[in-house]
């Protein structure tokens, strides 16, 4: 038994996407995008559902997620800088690279996330009491018990890994989920794996390690069920994706390892849904991993810890937040008047609601118990551990 061809999925996403610039090039060169930044669609295709594929119940999911995340990221920024919280690593203008891919897994599916995968995780169900438990490291922080920093949310429940800081890491770990899911499970309906990374991490060699063993491991003669999701907003903290690699698109490195390459606008909530999708049915069907790269922008700094105006001409950036992922979403549905003029607004103030309520709760909650510091290794507290723990509560 073998799964669908490699070349089947280049055809179907040329021939089903306008493309940013095509020429004779092949899809990894080129980017695939439906939505204009003013919300209008490109090439309507009246075959497809509302001429882009997407139903509006999908499009209004995703926007509610994204603003929902944009809400919670200013207020997580906030909260950094007035001294309530550490860290904290915003997608902003980077949600709809976020919730779209996370939009076109299912439940079942695995995400081995990077940074600024948390909206993931919120999409899929993660509590924000949880989410902002991990963030504070409090005793509600039932998936990192306080070990983590901020933004390392993990979930057994939904399939959501925790990340390790150590960039890269998360890829070969993707690539072992993947393979565990395609020896346990038939094609053609086998869960997924997502594993995300930056374009700065690829420049790891944790990239490419995942990169071979994605593309040699053929249990049951098929593909990996797995998709290497690089979100290349063309920043590494300081570091242009310039001065990372000299290959003409990320996606492009796919072939050198036998995969895919699928390039795609990052921005653009309705263009990453349907490749994400069409991905997704690729891998899970039996066909050689796909690595797609989601072209878009980090319009705000690296961390908390960052000051960009220091190393880069944000001029440019400005231009970038003009192409602003809500806003073209929410143009898109407006026109489609699912939305109301104001609508954008009002979802904006529903969560920031939300985001006040929740935090007002979560600065209540204390910290991890410090006797938590000497569980979970030992199944029985060895002795030195015991008086170290005595030591401090002690002091
Ligand atoms: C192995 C390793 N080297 C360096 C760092 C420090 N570091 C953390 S994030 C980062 C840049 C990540 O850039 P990118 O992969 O593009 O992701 P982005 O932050 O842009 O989403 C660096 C250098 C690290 N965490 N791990
Ligand atoms: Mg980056």
């Given at each position: 038994?073998?799964?669908?061809?490699?070349?089947?999925?280049?055809?179907?996403?040329?021939?089903?996407?306008?493309?940013?610039?095509?020429?004779?090039?092949?899809?990894m060169f080129g980017c695939f995008r439906v939505l204009r930044p003013d919300g209008s669609v490109i090439a309507p295709d009246a075959a497809l559902q509302n001429g882009t594929g997407v139903a509006d119940e999908d499009a209004l999911a995703?926007?509610?997620?994204?603003?929902?995340?944009?809400?919670?990221d200013e207020r997580m920024l906030g909260l950094q800088r007035q001294g309530r919280i550490g860290f904290y690593g915003a997608a902003t203008g980077q949600e709809a690279g976020t919730i779209a891919a996370g939009h076109a897994l299912q439940?079942?599916?695995?995400?081995?996330?990077?940074?600024?995968?948390?909206?993931?995780?919120?999409?899929?169900?993660?509590?924000?009491?949880?989410?902002?438990?991990?963030?504070?490291?409090?005793?509600?922080?039932?998936?990192?018990?306080?070990?983590?920093?901020?933004?390392?949310?993990?979930?057994?429940?939904?399939?959501?890994?925790?990340?390790?800081?150590?960039?890269?890491?998360?890829?070969?770990?993707?690539?072992?989920?993947?393979?565990?899911?395609?020896?346990?499970?038939?094609?053609?309906?086998?869960?997924?794996?997502?594993?995300?990374?930056?374009?700065?991490?690829?420049?790891?060699?944790?990239?490419?390690?995942?990169?071979?063993?994605?593309?040699?491991?053929?249990?049951?003669?098929?593909?990996?069920?797995?998709?290497?999701?690089?979100?290349?907003?063309?920043?590494?903290?300081?570091?242009?994706?310039?001065?990372?690699?000299?290959?003409?698109?990320?996606?492009?490195?796919?072939?050198?390892?036998?995969?895919?390459?699928?390039?795609?606008?990052?921005?653009?909530?309705?263009?990453?849904?349907?490749?994400?999708?069409?991905?997704?049915?690729?891998?899970?069907?039996g066909g050689v991993p796909v690595l797609v790269e989601a072209l878009t922008y980090r319009v705000g700094a690296h961390s908390t810890s960052d000051d960009p105006s220091r190393y880069r001409d944000e001029s440019v950036t400005r231009a970038?937040?003009?192409?602003?992922?809500?806003?073209?979403?929410?143009?898109?549905?407006?026109?489609?008047?699912?939305?109301?003029?104001?609508?954008?607004?009002?979802?904006?103030?529903?969560?920031?609601?939300?985001?006040?309520?929740?935090?007002?709760?979560?600065?209540?909650?204390?910290?991890?118990?410090?006797?938590?510091?000497?569980?979970?290794?030992?199944?029985?507290?060895?002795?030195?551990?015991?008086?170290?723990?005595?030591?401090?509560?002690?002091?």
């Open positions: 038994m073998s799964g669908p061809r490699s070349d089947d999925l280049q055809q179907a996403t040329t021939t089903a996407f306008p493309r940013l610039e095509v020429g004779d090039r092949p899809a995703m926007l509610k997620s994204m603003v929902r995340q944009r809400a919670i439940l079942r599916d695995w995400v081995h996330p990077a940074l600024r995968e948390g909206g993931i995780a919120l999409h899929r169900g993660y509590p924000l009491k949880t989410y902002l438990a991990q963030i504070f490291g409090s005793a509600d922080d039932t998936s990192t018990k306080g070990r983590q920093m901020p933004c390392h949310y993990g979930s057994k429940d939904l399939n959501f890994v925790t990340l390790s800081s150590v960039m890269a890491t998360q890829m070969p770990q993707a690539v072992g989920t993947a393979y565990a899911m395609a020896l346990r499970h038939e094609a053609p309906d086998r869960p997924i794996c997502l594993g995300a990374i930056g374009d700065g991490a690829t420049s790891e060699g944790d990239f490419h390690v995942a990169l071979t063993f994605a593309g040699v491991l053929r249990p049951r003669g098929l593909g990996l069920p797995l998709i290497l999701y690089v979100q290349n907003n063309q920043w590494a903290i300081s570091t242009p994706v310039e001065k990372q690699t000299a290959a003409t698109t990320l996606a492009a490195k796919a072939e050198g390892y036998g995969l895919v390459g699928v390039r795609v606008d990052g921005n653009d909530a309705l263009a990453l849904l349907r490749v994400m999708r069409a991905v997704a049915d690729h891998v899970r069907a970038w937040a003009a192409l602003d992922p809500i806003d073209r979403l929410g143009r898109y549905l407006v026109g489609r008047k699912v939305l109301p003029d104001d609508g954008i607004a009002l979802l904006r103030a529903h969560y920031d609601d939300e985001v006040r309520e929740a935090l007002a709760a979560a600065e209540q909650v204390p910290p991890v118990a410090l006797q938590t510091l000497v569980e979970d290794v030992y199944a029985e507290v060895p002795p030195a551990l015991q008086q170290q723990l005595l030591a401090m509560t002690a002091g």
